[in-house]
């Protein structure tokens, strides 16, 4: 029986897929860095969950940073976007760092789509650096700082969420 409910996903709705590798995120991770060491010092590094934790080690890594805290949200179930839910806020210790605005806090994502999560923290931080690796149109005007822009209908395919897989020829 056909399904009348179907309803296709923010994947299949962006169609061009946008594949990254290990390689190629460490290095867009590492050139975003070299920007946000013109803007800082910064104080901590909050990681949006679950896709901002691997940005954010690298780039604590490289600006020597060891306070490091979560604003824990989700958007996405898989490829399809739901309510945003906060499901843990900026730690009291760190949200003091930051004078309670988050003036000399550095907010670190994976990207900015339509700009619903980036919207969300700048709310709860206004005064903090947002900074993501990649950005989409919709997303890009919340961002002070990101490396790459891609078109708002690629999808991108981050490295923990993929596979190495056989493909067949373009000839067969
Ligand atoms: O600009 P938006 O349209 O809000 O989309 C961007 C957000 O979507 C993804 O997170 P997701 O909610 O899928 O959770 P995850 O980080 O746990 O994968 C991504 O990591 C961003 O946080
Ligand atoms: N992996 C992934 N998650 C997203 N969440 C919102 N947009 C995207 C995207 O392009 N790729
Ligand atoms: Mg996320």
Redesign the pocket.
Known sequence: MADNNYEPSAEAKAGRPFPVSWDQFHRDCRALTWRLNEVGPFHAVIA?????LVPAAIVARELGLRVIDTVC????DHDK?SDLQVLKGVSPDVAKLGGGTGKGLLIV??????????RLVRQMLPDAHFATVYAKPK?KPLVDTFITEVSQDTWIHFPWDTALSFQPPIRP
């Not at 949006?48 to 901002?52: A, K, L, P, V």
């Not at 949200?73 to 996405?76: E, G, K, M």
């Open positions: 949006i969950t679950r896709g901002g949200v989700a958007s996405y976007q994502d994976d990207l900015v789509d339509t700009g619903t999560t980036g997303g």
